[in-house]
Nanobody
Framework: QVQLVESGGGLVQAGGSLRLSCAAS????????MAWFRQAPGKEREFVAT????????DYADSVKGRFTISRDDAKNTVYLQMNRLKPEDTAVYYC??????????????WGQGTQVTVSS
């Protein structure tokens, strides 16, 4: 039974920091591409950061480059998102995603329930 559980969200002042956690069960995070997405009220869900399987290569949305860091702790089977120098526009529900390749050309996404991040100005 695959489950992704996000935690670490909350209220923070602009310029502050938060670290989000995504604890996985039913899959090993190092074997899959993991990512963080976010969705603000009235907005579409948008990509934030990703880390590739095995090699752990990272990539980020332009809006968060230099401020956010995605990482993986294989011993804890957990993915993190360190968020620094937060801005009000970072306010959103943040979701953890695991991407599983079912067959060539087809992928399946597992999603967590989300954790709310609110940044006040």
């Amino acid at each position: 039974q695959v489950q992704l559980v996000e935690s670490g969200g909350g209220l923070v002042q602009a310029g502050g920091s938060l670290r989000l956690s995504c604890a996985a069960s039913g899959l090993t995070v190092s074997r899959y591409a993991m990512a963080w997405f976010r969705q603000a009220p009235g907005k579409e869900r948008e990509f934030v950061a990703t880390i590739t399987r095995s090699a752990g290569i990272t990539d980020y949305a332009d809006s968060v480059k230099g401020r956010f860091t995605i990482s993986r702790d294989d011993a804890k089977n957990t993915v993190y998102l360190q968020m620094n120098r937060l801005k009000p526009e970072d306010t959103a529900v943040y979701y953890c995603r695991a991407e599983v390749t079912v067959v060539i050309g087809k992928k399946y996404n597992y999603w967590g329930q989300g954790t709310q991040v609110t940044v006040s100005s």
